[in-house]
């Protein structure tokens, strides 16, 4: 029996994560436009100081300047190298892609990070289960190849309008969040 607060709560944590599915994954499209006016550093900037007024916001809310100033002052070179590589350089990387390729191809490039980070801590810890990892790259190798590759190969209208320097940035991107 699951009390009724607890269903009730359940769905707002499923209607946020829905929510904050559908904001992340209209990046690309979104910014394209955006890109065109100004740029991909100031749209990074913007995307930068947002995200820390509202993550500051919502954690002096939910547990008051105490803990942010103790995690801030302990974790002090943890959050800053996370913060300017994790998100500042992955996003200039991402949008400065984005003003060289379509939004499709540049949001698929730069999601593959959860590949590279199976590729780089296979490199730095050896697996219990090589064939698990490797045939999980592959698979996700492989469906990037279908969705990217026959563009490239038939020269489409989306393949001939792909960069290089677009696909390299988009990926250093990906590398960088992983």
């Known amino acids: 029996f699951c009390p009724l607060w607890r269903v009730a709560q359940r769905g707002r944590v499923t209607l946020a994560l829905v929510v904050a599915s559908l904001l992340w994954g209209s990046l690309y499209p979104a910014a394209k436009p955006v890109l065109a006016v100004t740029g991909p550093m100031q749209v990074t900037f913007c995307r930068v100081a947002l995200a820390f ?41 991402a949008l400065s892609a984005q003003s060289l390729l379509p939004a499709s191809v540049n949001g698929l490039l730069n999601n593959t990070h959860p590949l590279w980070v199976a590729i780089f801590s296979a490199l730095f810890s050896p697996p219990r289960r090589p064939a698990l990892l490797i045939g999980g790259s592959a698979v996700a190798l492989v469906g990037v190849g279908l969705v990217f590759l026959p563009d490239l190969a038939f020269g489409t209208a989306a393949g001939a309008s792909l960069s290089p320097l677009g696909i390299a940035l988009s990926l250093a991107g990906s590398a960088v969040i992983a």
């Open 53 to 93: 007024v509202t993550l500051g916001a919502l954690i002096l809310l939910r547990s008051g300047p105490g803990l942010l100033t103790q995690q801030l002052r302990a974790h002090w070179r943890a959050v800053l190298v996370l913060g300017m590589f994790n998100f500042a350089v992955s996003q200039i990387l």
